[in-house]
């Protein structure tokens, strides 16, 4: 949020996820309201502290790399992650099943989808 109140990034968070470890370590402070929609447990930590941390015990080093790694990839290489491959296969064990992959086939195509 701004001044004004207004807000300025909204991004919603599920379980395991972790923001404002770039920040932290360039030792820029983050303006950030938080707010939970459940029970929910906010860790706060400045870099030095995380970092000691990690040097101290190796399953907590194992986890915020892996807590920590996707944000780094979304900086560096922005929202360009590979779409991922859809596919549905039909196999008929009887002439029955025939309608039903042609009623599906009309539906993705009214969905806009491309089958």
């Known amino acids: 949020m ?7 990034m909204e991004h919603l968070y599920s379980r ?3 923001f404002g470890g ?11 309201h938080v707010t939970s929609h459940g029970p929910s447990v906010l860790l706060k930590l400045d870099y030095q502290t995380a970092l000691q941390l990690t ?6 080093r ?7 790694a996707p944000g780094v990839r979304q900086v560096v290489f ?4 590979r779409a991922k491959a859809s ?14 992959t042609v009623r599906l086939i009309k539906r993705l195509q009214e969905l806009g989808e491309n089958p």
């Open 2 to 8: 701004n001044m004004h109140g207004n807000v300025l």
């Open 16 to 18: 395991g996820q972790q």
């Open 22 to 32: 770039l920040g932290a370590a360039l030792e820029e402070p983050l303006a950030v």
């Open 55 to 60: 040097l101290t015990y190796p399953k907590f």
């Open 62 to 68: 194992s986890n915020f790399s892996k807590l920590f």
């Open 78 to 81: 922005g929202d360009k992650q």
């Open 87 to 100: 596919l549905v296969a039909i196999y008929h064990e009887s002439p029955a099943s025939r309608e039903l």
